[in-house]
């Protein structure tokens, strides 16, 4: 059972234009969530992040905002450039202060962004 | 600043082999993570690793195994190779605070024939 979803697999951008990728969880104890940008024989790449106890989070062109009561994440892109096609991955995690360790991450299964010129 | 480090980038084995993997972590970060990427899927859990202990497993067979390192870099191990443990394998290495992101490397690319 998938406890982080990406319902989109794909998203058609003009460039100049917003880019919306949302995500949806299933777990409330999840209290730390992350968006990744992955290009092709790349590992994902850190982009940006929210904790629970917030619910808007802003750097530069992106913007993350959390819906706890929805348990929706959304990442906005704006405006979107070319350089901006690449795949995106949500990603939860809770902590578990265990000596250290922060949890694991719980990936969903990616949205693919093109933008075009 | 190096970002982590993964070797070899690609490698080519058969049914039954055995493979290592290394990562080697961002300095200053004592936890390393490993998971697996297969096709169309987003990266799944498979250890985590904080100050030489294992932390955290993920759904994955006894077949693979892990360890760190004193110097915080890591190995990941799997043995009696399937055809499908084809995937790309990902290295995560973080600060230990609460709210610190994962930072991966490029993967190794494991195709198993």
């Known amino acids: 059972d998938q406890q982080v979803k990406q319902n989109s697999p794909s998203l058609s951008v003009q460039e100049g234009r917003i880019s919306i990728l949302n995500c949806d969880y299933t777990n409330s104890m999840f209290d730390y969530f992350l968006w990744y940008k992955k290009y092709p024989a790349e590992g994902p790449t850190f982009l940006i992040s929210i904790s629970s106890i917030k619910d808007k989070n802003e750097d530069g062109r992106f913007t993350v905002f959390l819906n706890k009561s929805a348990k929706h994440l959304s990442l906005h892109i704006v405006p979107s450039q070319p350089g901006d096609s690449a795949v995106y991955f949500c990603a939860a995690r809770f902590f578990m202060n265990y000596g250290g360790s922060q949890g694991n991450l719980i990936f969903g299964k990616g949205t693919k962004l093109s933008v075009k010129p | 600043d190096a970002g982590v480090t993964q070797s070899p980038t690609h490698l080519i084995k058969t049914r039954g082999q055995h493979v290592t993997l290394r990562c080697s972590p961002i300095?200053?970060?004592?936890?390393v993570s490993w998971y697996q990427q297969v096709l169309g899927q987003g990266p799944q859990f498979i250890f985590q690793y904080y100050e030489k202990e294992e932390r955290g497993r993920g759904n994955f067979p006894d077949r693979f195994s892990a360890r760190q390192f004193p110097n915080y870099s890591s190995e990941l191990n799997v043995n009696a190779l399937l055809l499908g443990d084809s995937a790309l394998y990902l290295c995560a290495s973080s600060l230990a605070q609460r709210n610190q992101p994962q930072h991966f490397g490029d993967g190794t690319r494991l195709s198993i024939l």
């Open positions: 300095s200053g970060h004592k936890s």
